[in-house]
């Protein structure tokens, strides 16, 4: 059983630009959540995506937006980088819908952005 | 806005047991607790959840109390890999098994000294 995949680990952008980061869910999961985590905060929800469509989104402004495709994986779109935006970016996969057993998130180790 | 309060950091000597509170003074009568960890450069990892019976899995003990204002995590035996931020958090979980975000707070720090 894989788990969750997170890719790049580390990337440094420059304010303004725009940022595309990677999760490939854990097998079996088709829900994937993604949290931003500010350094010595706890993560913080951005959106949920559940059968390819935005199911639940936290207080993040639509330059946060995202994707996901018929194998569960997922993207995190951000525009108009801002110096803020500086984090580490987690993706978490899970299962929903009747009948399934719940065990719990599965988070992928992040990606560290950098914005300068 | 988290819904739990953990003490910021909290120390524990390899081979005893960790005890990590948390009160949960609002929680519903629908909320779960729930409790996991996050070691340095990883994301959190579940430990366990429960609703008002005390919890027992392979990494740890939860228990509730009668009025479930507040919960304990019991790592039996920490170990240096034990180090880790512990964040407890309490949601819903709906009849579906479906998901809901998880809202954490800034968790406890634990450190577990040789």
């Known amino acids: 059983e894989t788990g969750v995949t997170q890719s790049p680990t580390h990337l440094i952008k420059t304010r303004g630009q725009q940022v595309t980061l990677r999760c490939s869910s854990q097998?079996?999961?088709?829900?994937v959540s993604w949290y931003q985590q500010a350094l010595g905060q706890g993560p913080q929800f951005i959106f949920q995506?559940?059968?390819?469509?935005?199911?639940g989104r936290g207080n993040f402004p639509p330059r946060f937006s995202g994707l996901q495709f018929p194998n569960y994986s997922s993207e995190l779109n951000v525009n108009a980088l801002e110096l803020d935006d500086s984090a580490l970016y987690l993706c978490?996969?899970?299962?929903?819908?009747?009948?399934?057993?719940?065990?719990?998130?599965?988070f992928g180790s992040g990606t560290r952005l950098t914005v300068v | 806005d988290a819904k739990t309060t953990q003490p910021p950091s909290m120390d524990c000597a390899e081979g005893r047991a960790a005890n990590l509170p948390c009160n949960h003074s609002?929680?519903?009568?629908?909320?779960?607790v729930y409790w996991y960890r996050q070691i340095h450069s990883q994301g959190p990892q579940y430990i366990i959840h429960?609703?008002?019976n005390n919890e027992t899995n392979e990494m740890a003990s939860l228990i509730i109390t009668e009025d479930r204002k507040s919960s304990t995590l019991i790592l039996p035996h920490a170990t240096l890999r034990d180090t880790a931020v512990y964040y407890c958090?309490?949601?819903?979980?709906?009849?579906?098994?479906?998901?809901?975000?998880?809202?954490f707070g800034t968790g406890t720090r634990l450190t577990i000294i040789p």
């Open positions: 978490a996969s899970s299962s929903q819908g009747q009948g399934r057993s719940y065990y719990g998130y599965t």
């Open positions: 097998s079996g999961h088709n829900t």
């Open positions: 995506y559940y059968r390819e469509e935005e199911n």
């Open positions: 609002t929680i519903s009568g629908n909320e779960y």
């Open positions: 429960g609703l008002k």
């Open positions: 958090i309490v949601r819903v979980v709906p009849p579906n098994f479906g998901n809901e975000k998880l809202t």
